[in-house]
């Protein structure tokens, strides 16, 4: 009793020795603990870092950064989206790909760690399916006896990409959230998003553990752990004891059947992806992609329909084809000159794409790259009415207009520099000269301008 | 040729009697002289034959012999043309409180506005449907609708037509408002200097050849004539020198037999006066100085314009649309340019370049582009005193002609020289020191936009 008393005293002794030494000190510490406490007390550590990484996807996503190729990050850490377009025949750089492949590293060690830490549109079912399953009172429909559809995407895009068309590179996650923000100013690139989000709310997981071909392709990087682990497993199982009966039969038909899904629709892929071209339509002249696009074949290809040169663009000319000539270009970007035109002093779209469809240009490359060629039809110009008019030379930033005297018509003629047009369409934006006459008569007709920007053959 | 005429008929030429008999018979250096010598004496009264001094050929070279010329008026500033630039110069001088003259070659005021049948008011505004050309130039145009028919098109974001005859007599009453003194029918000659700083100009018309002294010279020739031959650095160019027209009848048009057809070409726009369209040309590049050179322009235009109406009238429908008159001068875009202490290049307009000495803001042709600011220094030669130009001639590079040479930015710059020689004139100094404040003050007096 003497030594506890002793001890209980010695200790209120020091504790009140403490507090007369240091009380300030102490008293911040206690706030800061309960502050830190009630910040980690809520959620486990997984879910803080989901929800800063549902920050820093928006920031840079947005971009909330003042750093142009913001955009790029969230879609170039994907390795799905990395070796679909690599396989594809993506040049471009290998900076690009360099993220991707420290990532597809990690994943392979540390299974689906993308989901698990990063995906910031996993974060977003995942509010959305508590959110209704907590007001709605659905009843939790199960996914666990759907295929894993992912896995045949990813296989199917891959051989598509490696016979000449991945065909649904466009589904990768990260590239979903980028299209949902950079979209979501215009255009209809944030459906796809918005339906993968709200599929969580009826059939939550649905798409994370089955679909997701970026969940995929971490449980395929992950395949040779997974591999060592059930070996060492069944090794370390008694030779004395029997193997359960539902696990020799199972297993081997689950092996078998996965496998020959695998094989399906890989060769499925392969075929489609490389009579695509053929399906997708007739060959008609290309539409007008960005400037630094690679050819048109690849760049429908290569595009993951992310929107983030949609979004960098200041004057806001690229906007996603939803009608487009060939269904292979469906949603990919297009150039429109009938609000602005490309800037000679920007280059911001080159500079922002994650999958090598747009190469990236310095200032100087992009000028000379071209986006299609003026073609000047002289019948509607104001000129061929005797109007003074001389816009498209002063706005021409490559002077590539200039006047040239015609006997013949008795005026002068605007006349191009091919070797300097590099189709930006600054004189299709200024040019006054259009069909109006013919389209007094009949509105139907579409405004016809006297230039017009086409692609070069 | 001389020794052909008989006493008789030198004794008729001498007493000026028979100017009829003159124009009739052979057209002689003597008799050229005579009608010079004349034109000084007052009417009525013999002439005086001993001031005469015809030039001379020596040694297949022409000579002009050393001789006094009249000086008939001094002013304080001098205006030599009476195109847009000119009227609103010395319009805007007179209400800076100088006394100005002007003298002109046509019959009219307006230059090419009226005479050359350029009858669009092309780039008063900038993006935003803003009208930037204010002052004199917007006084102009608020009278102008007044009077019946006298603007069409006078709406935002349009650039609106008017007609000649209203605008000659617009800025005729604008002139006579201010008590300027006038001389028409009077080409500018040369310059009367003095070291580095012009003192008057030397003129040519039917009274012979003047003198009129003046403290400040505002060259709004459109040409720089009076720049060129004082001395002052500049370029000559060459563009595009068409000859307008105006086709009448057009409302007798029958549109329905053309129905869904492309209208046809060298149809015009409309202008205040119904039923009368006017018609722009082009026309090659070509030097605007060379007298050659625009009289076989003249002729060939004008043979071009018969055909393009015949053609016209060919169209079904257009049967009754008529030829109702050339331009009576002919439309010279650009031909020489001041090189000036500040110089306009179209990628400081395009970059939005502001300049410290702003006396004036421009706009562009439909509103397509951003205002941008006509610096003093841009008025004024680099090494000529008490010398300003405004107009079409002003400092600028090529590639800033189209915006330069159309009709409201030549009122903007106009009244800025005008304001600046009366400055100049009210402190005494040269126009190369006027203090630029003091011209802004005045212009903003005068409700110009200055930006």
């Known amino acids: ?457 | 040729m001389t020794s052909r005429l008989s006493r008789r008929e030198w004794m008729q030429l001498y007493g000026g009697a028979t100017i009829g008999g003159l124009a009739a018979g052979s057209v002689s250096g003597v008799a050229r002289a005579d009608l010079a010598s004349r034109n000084d004496a007052p009417a009525g009264v013999q002439a005086d034959v001993t001031g005469v001094q015809p030039c001379s050929l020596v040694n297949g070279q022409v000579i002009q012999p050393q001789k006094v010329i009249p000086s008939i008026h001094n002013t304080e500033v001098l205006v030599v043309g009476a195109g847009p630039a000119g009227t609103c110069a010395a319009i805007a001088a007179a209400r800076g409180g100088a006394k100005v003259t002007i003298v002109e070659r046509y019959n009219h005021f307006g230059g090419l506005s009226t005479g050359g049948l350029v009858l669009v008011i092309l780039g008063h505004w900038v993006t935003g449907k803003k009208q930037v050309t204010q002052g004199i130039g917007e006084e102009i145009m608020q009278r102008l609708d007044k009077l019946d028919r006298g603007i069409v098109n006078r709406r935002d974001g349009v650039n609106p037509t008017v007609d000649a005859e209203a605008l000659k007599h617009v800025t005729g009453e604008m002139v006579l408002e201010e008590g300027i003194d006038v001389f028409l029918h009077s080409w500018a000659a040369e310059a009367i200097m003095d070291d580095n700083v012009v003192r008057g100009i030397v003129f040519q018309s039917k009274s012979g050849r003047q003198a009129i002294l003046a403290d400040q010279v505002i060259d709004t020739t459109g040409d720089g004539d009076i720049f060129a031959a004082a001395g002052a650095d500049h370029e000559r160019r060459k563009y595009h020198i068409g000859l307008p027209y105006r086709i009448g009848n057009l409302d007798r048009v029958d549109r329905s037999k053309s129905n869904g057809q492309r209208p046809p070409r060298h149809i015009g726009s409309v202008t205040p006066i119904p039923g009368v369209n006017w018609v722009n040309m082009h026309g090659p590049d070509a030097d605007g100085l060379d007298v050659r050179e625009l009289s076989r322009l003249e002729l060939n235009h004008r043979r071009q314009i018969w055909k393009q109406v015949e053609q016209l009238r060919s169209t079904p429908g257009y049967e009754e649309v008529y030829l109702m008159e050339t331009a009576p001068q002919m439309g010279v875009r650009i031909s020489r340019a001041l090189k000036g202490t500040e110089n306009l290049t179209l990628d400081g307009v395009k970059k939005g370049q502001r300049f410290v000495d702003c006396v004036g803001v421009g706009g562009a042709w439909n509103g397509d582009h951003q205002e941008w600011d006509i610096p003093y220094g841009s008025l004024l030669p680099t090494k000529i005193d008490n010398l300003l130009t405004a107009g079409r001639s002003l400092s600028h590079e090529p590639k800033m002609s189209d915006l330069i040479r159309v009709i409201p930015n030549c009122w903007v710059s106009g009244q800025a020289a005008g304001a600046a020689a009366a400055v100049a004139v009210r402190d005494n100094v040269l126009a190369r020191e006027v203090s630029i404040p003091k011209v802004r003050e005045l212009l903003l007096e005068q409700k110009a936009y200055l930006g």
């Open chain 1, 1 to 457: 009793m003497k030594a506890a008393d002793q001890r209980r005293a010695r200790s209120e002794n020091g504790l009140s020795e403490n507090r007369s030494d240091s009380n300030n000190a102490k008293h911040r510490s206690d706030h800061l603990h309960f502050w830190v406490r009630a910040l980690f007390a809520t959620r486990r550590q997984r879910e803080r870092v989901r929800w800063g990484m549902l920050a820093v996807s928006l920031a840079l996503c947005l971009p909330l950064v003042p750093w142009t190729k913001a955009t790029t990050v969230l879609p170039a850490l994907s390795p799905f989206v990395a070796i679909g377009s690599l396989l594809a025949g993506a040049g471009g750089t290998l900076s690009l790909f360099g993220a991707a492949s420290c990532v597809a590293l990690v994943c392979a060690f540390r299974r689906r760690f993308l989901c698990r830490f990063v995906c910031p549109l996993g974060l977003l079912q995942d509010c959305a399916a508590s959110a209704s399953f907590r007001s709605l009172s659905f009843r939790r429909v199960s996914v666990h006896r759907v295929p894993r559809i992912g896995h045949w995407l990813v296989l199917m895009t891959w051989c598509g990409a490696a016979c000449g068309f991945p065909l649904f590179l466009w589904l990768d996650p990260f590239s979903l959230f980028s299209a949902l923000f950079g979209g979501v100013y215009r255009d209809w690139l944030w459906v796809v998003p918005t339906v993968v989000i709200a599929m969580s709310l009826v059939l939550p997981q649905l798409w994370c553990t089955k679909l997701c071909p970026l969940g995929a392709t971490q449980d395929m990087l992950h395949w040779p752990v997974t591999w060592r682990r059930r070996q060492t497993c069944s090794k370390k199982r008694s030779p004395l004891r029997p193997t359960p009966l539902h696990d020799r039969v199972a297993v081997p038909r689950r092996a078998a059947m996965s496998s020959a899904g695998f094989v399906l629709a890989g060769g499925l892929g392969g075929l489609l992806g490389s009579r695509f071209r053929r399906l997708s339509g007739q060959e008609s002249p290309p539409p007008l992609r960005p400037p630094g696009a690679v050819d048109e074949d690849q760049f429908a290809a290569l595009c993951i329909r992310c929107g983030n040169c949609l979004q960098a663009c200041p004057p806001k000319i690229l906007r996603p084809d939803f009608a487009p000539n060939r269904f292979a270009g469906l949603a990919a970007p297009l150039v429109h000159f009938d609000t602005d035109y490309c800037r000679e002093d920007c280059h911001a779209c080159t500079q922002v794409c994650p999958s090598g469809a747009i190469d990236r240009l310095t200032l100087e490359q992009k000028l000379k790259h071209p986006i299609g060629l003026a073609q000047i039809e002289f019948n509607l110009c104001l000129l061929a009415y005797d109007k003074e008019c001389e816009i498209c030379e002063r706005v021409c930033p490559m002077e590539a207009i200039s006047f040239a005297w015609s006997e013949q018509e008795y005026t002068v003629i605007p006349q191009l520099d091919v070797d300097r047009c590099n189709g930006c369409g600054a004189c299709v934006v200024a040019c006054p000269g259009d069909n109006k006459w013919e389209r007094k008569g009949n509105p139907n007709i579409p405004r016809r301008k006297a230039i017009t920007i086409n692609q070069r053959n």
